[in-house]
């Protein structure tokens, strides 16, 4: 599906040229951040356009001071509701359905992977306990929404950075409105989405198979490795390797059939 949001490109905001081309990955999340900058009144945007630009410049200054080849971000979600393009190439990417390999959510041990490889928004301010002002939230869920829709990601798959890294970010309020933020970006993209998957909390009759990822993928994974299979790497990713593990387990408790599929007796078995 085409890419819906409204954001101002690199080119717009006179961003500096990238030190490099970025490979081009599939993405199975939409990461949140927030940028802990200073709130209202004393956003460093102001809520305004030019100031939104003047943001997007400093924070690409700061990364390429960190060593970094671009911004590290897909997008930029400022006070005032606009959504700046981060790192150069992202809207040609998720235009095609993928993400170029950024650098905002580094894998941590024991946390979610590949958040690098999936677009990362930042929001101007910190959420640890402000809430967000309504221009901001509704463009958030517009960016989230097109994103979903055009690359295929759930709205149970916005995540917060603190799945993948060992961070406060995107600050306590922000991490806690993500029920309400997987909701209302259902809504808009007119998909059924129950509360257990809003909450990321499984209900008694759900299933995990190859394809799935999260945090529940990532609790199966270490469950599965206490009872002697390893699904490979801990990293949240249903795949060929925790499928494999599933059948060698399923075997072992005489669960038929072994198939692979983390039905509710296999889920009563492992205790998940």
Not at 5 to 25: D, G, I, Q, S, Y
Not at 46 to 69: E, L, V
Not at 110 to 133: D, H, K
Not at 253 to 269: L, Q
Request: glycine share 10%; proline share 6%; net charge positive.
């Amino acid at each position: 599906m085409p890419f819906t949001a409204k954001v101002m490109t690199t080119a717009e905001w006179h961003a500096k040229p990238p030190l490099n081309a970025f490979a081009l990955r599939t993405p199975k999340y939409v990461i949140v951040h927030h940028t802990a900058d200073q709130n209202p009144p004393s956003d460093p945007s102001r809520g305004t356009r030019d100031g939104a630009i003047k943001h997007a410049q400093r924070i690409q200054k700061d990364h390429f001071s960190r060593g970094w080849s671009d911004s590290g971000h897909n997008f930029l979600n400022t006070t005032g509701g606009f959504v700046l393009e981060g790192r150069t190439g992202t809207l040609n990417a998720v235009n095609q359905g993928l993400c170029v390999q950024s650098a905002h959510a580094a894998q941590d041990p024991g946390r979610l992977a590949q958040g690098n490889e999936s677009p990362g928004i930042e929001n101007e301010g910190n959420f640890m306990t402000f809430v967000m002002g309504n221009a901001q939230w509704a463009s958030l869920v517009d960016l989230c929404a097109a994103l979903c829709e055009a690359c295929n990601v759930g709205p149970e798959n916005i995540r917060g950075h603190r799945e993948f890294s060992n961070t406060q970010c995107p600050g306590d309020w922000l991490f806690g409105q993500l029920p309400r933020l997987r909701q209302d970006v259902a809504t808009k993209l007119g998909v059924a989405l129950t509360p257990a998957k809003a909450f990321d909390k499984p209900t008694a009759a759900d299933s995990f198979r190859i394809g799935d990822a999260g945090p529940m993928v990532l609790v199966l994974q270490r469950l599965l490795l206490g009872k002697g299979h390893s699904a490979g790497a801990i990293d949240g990713i249903f795949g060929e390797n925790t499928k494999a593990a599933v059948v060698a387990f399923q075997k072992d408790f005489g669960i038929k059939p072994a198939n692979g599929v983390v039905d509710p007796k296999t889920r009563k078995a492992l205790g998940l």
